[in-house]
């Protein structure tokens, strides 16, 4: 056997590869928006339920998305930059709620905020319970999703080069007057895609939520809740528009991406 047969056999092997991965990834997804795509389309014009519990679902991830934008972004910059006291540490803890399973998340969310404890016991006196909350919603969509921007929002910053900051630094800029007149406009695509990203796994979280608030009913646990009542062909046009909801920040982010590979700018 020459080179080039072993060449073209180690190729074919690959590409043999890829396509079993990549029909893996992709067959349970397209027969789950085939089988009920067309009737969860249909539902949302006569099922309250499913509209209510979308536009919960598209509301409170929207909200812990604009709230994570907010304050996540200067703890990004803060990072890139090499500003913040034992970065190392900080990055780790960030990081870690990606790293535990959903549902001790909201374990933790509860411990933390529910009703037994000084915040949610304080919160509740005043009127603001938690638990079964839209609020408690946003908050494990928070908690579990703004890892993901926080992290990309750093990759972003940190793609800046720091010498345009220290250029308007000498023309009198602060370093936050001078991060949000230069460094920000640079990566705001990189900014923009992070959000498109943490809003996206918000909209999908099940586990955490669940600890927290069965009802109101965001889709994934309304998808859960029917299966198990009612079966599988009672979920499947839930779990499809949800699937439906997913691929429009995916469309977004490979936009972005597409307009970023030709140097066009974003409008």
Known sequence: MNHRT??????SGVALGSLML?????????MLVMRGGVDGVRQLGSDPE?????????????????ITVLLGTPLAWLL???RMPAGTLVSALLDLPLLIPHPVAGIALLLAFGRASPIGGTLERAGLALVGSPFAIGLAMLFVAAPLYVSA???AIARVDHRYES?????GDSPWRAAWRVTRPLSSRGLLAAGVVMWARAVSEFGAIVILTYNPK?????????????????ALPVAAVLVL???????????????????????
Do not use: C, K, Q, W
């Open 6 to 11: 072993s060449h073209r056999i180690a190729t």
């Open 167 to 171: 250029v308007a630094r000498t023309l």
């Open 80 to 82: 890139a930059r090499g």
């Open 22 to 30: 990549l029909a893996l990834l992709v067959l349970p997804v397209g």
């Open 245 to 267: 909801l997913a691929l429009v920040p995916l469309l977004v982010l490979r936009s972005l991406r597409a307009h970023a590979a030709l140097g066009e700018p974003v409008r």
């Open 153 to 155: 929002a750093r990759e």
């Open 50 to 66: 499913l509209r209510a519990s979308l536009a919960l679902t598209a509301f409170t991830a929207t909200a812990a998305t604009m």
């Open 218 to 234: 965001v889709v994934s646990i309304l998808s859960y809740d029917r299966f198990n009542a009612y079966g599988l062909d009672a």
